[in-house]
Nanobody
Framework: QVQLVETGGGLVQAGGSLRLSCVAS????????MEWYRQAPGKQRERVAT???????NYLRSVEGRFIISRDNAKNTVYLQMNSLKTEDTAVYYC??????????????WGQGTQVTVSS
């Protein structure tokens, strides 16, 4: 089995920064694509950022230039550095990963989420 555990959420004032981490543990042979999503109350889940195994990235337009997604393949970890935070960034942030259990078996896993609250 595999667990994805997000950490780093919390309360921050607008304009501040937070760094989220998500670690894949358990039966992990390797990790391919990793992503961050977020969901605010009353709103649909949206994809925030994606990073491929080789390092290519893609961002939600509203966070481009403010957020940076990165990964450490040796640690099976993905990070989301969030700068210049706005109240609109308040949401539960989830990581999603395509995890290889062997060279030929890949499954999608989701973390439990971590709350990010940006105050004015």
């Amino acid at each position: 089995q595999v667990q994805l555990v997000e950490t780093g959420g919390g309360l921050v004032q607008a304009g501040g920064s937070l760094r989220l981490s998500c670690v894949a543990s358990g039966d992990v042979f390797g990790v391919n694509e990793m992503e961050w999503y977020r969901q605010a109350p009353g709103k649909q889940r949206e994809r925030v950022a994606t990073i491929e195994r080789g390092g290519n990235t893609n961002y939600l337009r509203s966070v481009e230039g403010r957020f940076i997604i990165s990964r450490d393949n040796a640690k099976n970890t993905v990070y989301l550095q969030m700068n210049s935070l706005k109240t609109e960034d308040t949401a539960v942030y989830y990581c999603r990963a395509d995890v290889l259990h062997s060279a030929n078996y890949e499954y999608e896993y989701w973390g439990q989420g971590t709350q990010v609250t940006v105050s004015s």
